[in-house]
């Protein structure tokens, strides 16, 4: 099931067992590919693993794409910023640095409000952010992102 992917990935990524995530992930894609929650993990973990054998920023620009409707939660803006910053497609991180930092005003984690203060005070600075896979910080958390959309299949394209 996605939820039981989810929750063995967050748990191999705690461990330093990326490889082991990423397949994870890959495979509960393959039985549902359009679940929210298995894309936006498998964009973060694409986007932000400092190991180049894992690490593929032009592919968690485009698992984003289709959560990014009308209404993204902030963690998703959030993940398509590191994507795109990632990527190097300065104009596009630009514009998500923008919603991002408007939608703080509306935010209720704390958690989630106070990493992306930081996110976004390295990024206005200049600096390229590498942060520990924020999923696997808390493996019994069933939402540990904060955004409430991830256990929903993703919009149709």
Do not use: C, Y
Not at 3 to 26: F, I, K, M, W
Not at 45 to 51: D, G, K, T, V
Not at 103 to 118: F, G, Q
């Amino acid at each position: 099931s996605p939820s039981v992917s989810a929750r063995l990935a967050r748990l191999q990524a705690r461990d330093g067992r990326a490889e082991a995530a990423r397949a994870t992930l890959e495979e509960g894609l393959r039985q549902m590919p359009n679940h929210a929650g298995l894309q936006h993990q498998l964009a973060r973990l694409l986007a932000l693993n400092p190991r180049p054998e894992i690490r593929n920023p032009a592919r968690a620009v485009e698992l984003m794409k289709p959560l990014m409707g009308a209404r993204p939660g902030l963690a998703r803006i959030e993940t398509q910023l590191l994507a795109l910053t990632a990527a190097g497609d300065d104009k596009a991180a630009t514009q998500r640095f923008r919603q991002l930092t408007n939608s703080l005003s509306k935010a209720t984690n704390a958690v989630l409000k106070a990493r992306v203060v930081r996110l976004a005070s390295a990024l206005a600075a200049g600096q390229s952010v590498q942060e520990p896979w924020p999923f696997a910080l808390n493996s019994t958390q069933a939402n540990p992102d904060g955004d409430e959309d991830d256990d929903a299949p993703a919009p149709a394209p």
